[in-house]
């Protein structure tokens, strides 16, 4: 069964219609990687093109609106009709367009292409109002949910390609660093950093690129010291993936 679609189109039309800049720079997200296209994710019908959003004309702006929607309804019709032709039976907890917690893409950077360790996959999370817990807050557990998707998908690109659904993720163990507010757009990524066997172990952060939030001070022999900000970590992850037999050669 064919997962994978081999066209750059998108479905950007059915993002946030406020991104942060990082998000969407070609350049950037082009170091992040080649994105990932998922049939059961995005159905198998084209996907349109970003609306032009910096039109100053309501009419512009209204026809936009309408033509976002309609191509909105095209996805998920296309998605449902995929998913349940296919097997499955309802909606990806953090895939589809309604999800309360959505991953919005994934760019995936092979270390090489025998050999897993070392291999990225970044995504871009929208965290809606719908993954709310204390007020103005999300639940702990949307950013778990993602912990456990991206974790999953890096296991799946070991070979050097992406084979969805080639194992099962077994072990997420999260820490919780800080909370995320309702709305906030951040960055996921996951790393393979050993390959035994079948099993994939990797580690993931959920980052927001835009905030600086911890020092991390470097000391020189003469006594000097550079002090560099890093990106606002929101949550660490290590988890642990087992391949189907046969994915990987000889295992």
């Known amino acids: 069964m064919q997962h994978i679609m081999t066209n750059e189109q998108n479905d950007e039309v059915s993002w946030p219609s406020s991104m942060p800049h990082w998000a969407v720079e070609k350049n950037q997200r082009i170091k992040r990687g080649e994105r990932l296209h998922i049939y059961e994710f995005e159905g198998t019908k084209p996907q349109g093109e970003c609306n032009d959003q910096n039109s100053s004309s309501s009419q512009n702006k209204s026809s936009a609106s309408n033509m976002t929607q309609q191509e909105n309804n095209g996805t998920n019709h296309a ?78 690109c070991a070979t050097g390609q992406c084979i969805p659904w080639s194992g099962f993720t077994v072990q997420v163990n999260t820490n919780m660093m800080k909370p995320v507010k309702v709305g906030q757009i951040l960055m ?39 002090d560099s900000k890093k990106e606002c970590v929101h949550a660490r992850a290590e988890g642990l993936v087992i391949l189907n037999r046969g994915v990987l050669p000889g295992h």
């Open 79 to 156: 998605v449902h009709s995929y998913r349940q032709n296919h097997g499955w039976k309802g909606c990806d907890l953090v895939h589809s367009i309604s999800s309360p917690v959505r991953v919005l893409e994934y760019r995936v950077k092979y270390a090489n292409q025998t050999r897993g360790e070392g291999t990225t996959l970044t995504g871009l999370v929208h965290f809606t109002n719908m993954a709310e817990s204390h007020r103005g807050y999300c639940h702990g557990g949307s950013m778990c949910s993602i912990m456990d998707d991206v974790i999953g998908w890096v296991g799946f």
């Open 188 to 226: 996921v990524r996951a790393t393979i950093v050993k390959i035994e066997r079948r099993k994939v172990y990797s580690i993931a952060e959920i980052v927001d690129p835009e905030v600086e939030c911890e020092t991390d001070t470097t000391k020189h022999k003469d006594g000097t010291q550079d």
